[in-house]
C-alpha cells in the first residue's frame, strides 16, 4: 500500500484552522470550487455524515466511488475504503482526512502471511471481506461486503473450496447462512468483539420489549441474541421497517445518527462496549479520527492523497469487480 508521504512539508494536521470560522460552511464552498465529492462511512461524526455528499456502508461507498465523476474523493472512513475508491477510480484523486484512520481487520491480515496461508490451498476460491489492504484485495478473486458476502459465496461453485477472510466472525455467520465449509483466516474488528455479552444480557432484562439487531462481525454469541442480522445498512432499514418501537442495535455507535434521522419516534439503544469510553458503547477509535477540522485541512491542502501501485490496483480491480458483477 502506498501513501502520499509530503504531508510533513505542510503539516497539515497540526496546522490551527482559521479562528471564527464557520467549518461546515468553508467545506461546503471549497468543496464546490475543487469538484470534490464526500463520501463518509456511517461510522463517522454525526457532523461529517451531516454535509457529506453520500453516506453509505462499504458496498454503497464502493459503488458510489467508481461512478463519482469529481476530480476530488474525500473519503471519511478509513484507509481501506480511501484505497477501494481509488481502485474503482484511478483518475480521481484520493484524500483520507486522517492517515492514521486505520483497520483492526485490515491489519490482522499482512500480506506476506496471508499469500503463506493462500498457498497451502491452491486449488481455493479466496473471498476477502472488502475490510482489508488493496495487497489482499489483489490476492484475491472475489471481494464481499457484509451486504453480499452470502451472495457472492453462494455464486461459487459447490465443488470449488473457498478462503474466507480476514473476520473470522463474518466468516463462520456465512458459513452457517450458506452450508459451506469455509477455510476461515482468523481476523477480528475491535469494536464488534468489544461487545460485553453481560451488559448485553443486563440490557435486555431491562428492555424485554426490545428487539437486538446485531451487525455479523460481532461474536457468535452476541448473533445468537439477535433476532435480525444484517450489514449497517440492512440494520438501517430494519429499523425503519419493523413494526418494533425500541431497537438493541450491536453494531458501531455510529449509525445511531442515521437511524435517529429515519425513526425519531423509535427508542434506538447501542450494545455496550465491555470497555468505557465517551459513551460506553461500541465506538470504532479509527472513524472517530476523522474530524471537521481534519476534512477543512485535506481539501484545502488536497494531502494525504492515497495513492496504489499498478499491479496491486490491477488484480484488486478485478477481485473488487468479480463482486460488483454479482
Known amino acids: 500500500m502506498l501513501f502520499e508521504k509530503e504531508i510533513a512539508t505542510v503539516g497539515y494536521l497540526s496546522r490551527s484552522v482559521t479562528e471564527g470560522i464557520d467549518l461546515k460552511e468553508a467545506i461546503l464552498k471549497m468543496k464546490k470550487e475543487k469538484n470534490a465529492l464526500i463520501l463518509a462511512h456511517y ?65 490482522s491480515a499482512p500480506e506476506a502471511e496471508f499469500l503463506a496461508f493462500k498457498n497451502q490451498y491452491p486449488d481455493a476460491v479466496v473471498v476477502s471481506y472488502i475490510n482489508c489492504s488493496s495487497e489482499i484485495k489483489a490476492l484475491s478473486d472475489y471481494i464481499c461486503t457484509s451486504s453480499n458476502a452470502v451472495e457472492v459465496v453462494n455464486a461459487i461453485a459447490k465443488d470449488k473450496r473457498i478462503i474466507f477472510a480476514p473476520d473470522k466472525n463474518l466468516g463462520l455467520y456465512v458459513q452457517k447462512v450458506t452450508g459451506r465449509d469455509l477455510i476461515l483466516w482468523e481476523g477480528a474488528c475491535i469494536v464488534h468483539v468489544n461487545i460485553s455479552m453481560d451488559k448485553l444480557d443486563l440490557l435486555i432484562d431491562t428492555h424485554p420489549d426490545a428487539q437486538v439487531i446485531a451487525h455479523p462481525e460481532c461474536m457468535p454469541a452476541i448473533l445468537d441474541k439477535a433476532s435480525f442480522i444484517g450489514s449497517t445498512k440492512a440494520l438501517l432499514e430494519f429499523v425503519q421497517s419493523s413494526s418494533s418501537n425500541k431497537f438493541i442495535v450491536a453494531t458501531e455507535a455510529g449509525i445511531l445518527y442515521q437511524m435517529k434521522q429515519k425513526v425519531p419516534h423509535k427508542t434506538i439503544i447501542p450494545a455496550p462496549a465491555l470497555e468505557s469510553n465517551s459513551c460506553a458503547c461500541a465506538e470504532c477509535p479509527y472513524m472517530k479520527m476523522n474530524t471537521l477540522e481534519k476534512l477543512y485541512n485535506t481539501l484545502y491542502y488536497e494531502v494525504p492523497e492515497i495513492l496504489v501501485n499498478e499491479k496491486t490496483q490491477k488484480g484488486a480491480l478485478k477481485a473488487l469487480n468479480n463482486m460488483l458483477s454479482i
Not at 474525500?74 to 482526512?97: D, S
Open 43 to 107: 461510522y463517522v461524526s454525526e457532523d461529517i455524515q451531516s454535509i457529506a455528499d453520500f453516506v453509505g456502508d462499504s458496498l454503497a461507498l464502493a459503488q458510489a466511488s467508481k461512478k463519482a465523476a469529481s476530480d476530488i474523493i474525500v473519503f471519511c472512513g478509513v484507509h481501506f475504503m480511501a484505497e477501494t475508491a481509488k481502485i474503482l477510480n484511478p483518475q480521481a484523486k484520493v484524500l483520507l482526512p486522517d492517515l492514521n484512520a486505520g483497520c483492526s481487520l485490515a491489519d
